[in-house]
């Protein structure tokens, strides 16, 4: 993941791609900036401190290039902004469905308890900046926060879909090869499984113009909340 801006003053993060490193081997600054886990971590710790934590009020998170990545990276990403995480898998060819629930341990401590409280149960408004250019385990990312947190904020342009996990192959002449597999994420709508590949629709609709105006979506943002 390449960062777009970490700005706390302006209480948007860029984000454009999902990735995970090698935790253990990702504690360097460096390296930090380019591994998902690690920057939602320390925008975690920055937001919980003395310095911001009674300043900012809105978490507005810019997915609006962001072409997908990591699932492991993006369960931690969403657990640290909502919690718990509940999310539902289903194969169109054989028909069945496998519910996943996940928790993760937010503050990296090594133990998952109490003191893993997600920004929205710390009074944080969580927003959700997509576009049409938001792909994958990125479109994931916005259906998922929603349907499991419907006080989540979806801002800007429908996302552009992507329902499928990755499925790695390697040949016996040691060839990998990636695809989208048959285990799509799904979520339950008019009483049916359905897969996300339509995107998540958003709450606030913006055009190009208005979601690259920073200063827009400051102004503005107090209007968009979900009470």
Request: aromatic share 6%; charged share 25%; net charge negative.
């Amino acid at each position: 993941m390449n960062t777009t801006d970490i700005d706390i003053k302006d209480d948007i993060t860029g984000l454009d791609d999902i990735i995970g490193l090698d935790f253990e081997n990702s504690m360097s600054d460096k390296i930090a900036q380019n591994d998902t886990t690690l920057l939602f971590n320390k925008l975690y710790k920055d937001l919980t401190s003395d310095t911001y934590k009674n300043t900012v009020k809105n978490i507005v998170i810019d997915i609006t290039t962001n072409e997908g990545g990591a699932a492991d990276s993006l369960m931690y990403s969403l657990s640290t902004l909502i919690g718990n995480v509940n999310v539902i898998l289903t194969n169109p060819k054989t028909l069945s469905r496998n519910e996943q629930s996940y928790k993760a341990d937010i503050n990296l401590d090594g133990k998952i308890d109490d003191n893993d409280k997600p920004l929205s149960e710390l009074g944080f408004n969580i927003y959700i900046l997509g576009s049409k250019h938001t792909f994958s385990s990125a479109n994931a990312f916005s259906v998922i926060a929603k349907e499991n947190n419907n006080k989540v904020v979806i801002l800007g342009e429908k996302t552009g879909g992507g329902p499928c996990a990755v499925r790695t192959t390697i040949t016996p002449l040691g060839s990998s090869i990636s695809s989208s597999s048959l285990s799509t994420i799904s979520k339950l709508s008019n009483g049916k499984y359905v897969n996300i590949n339509d995107g998540a629709t958003p709450d606030v609709s913006l055009t190009k113009d208005k979601y690259l105006d920073r200063q827009y979506i400051k102004e503005n943002i107090k209007n968009w909340s979900i009470k």
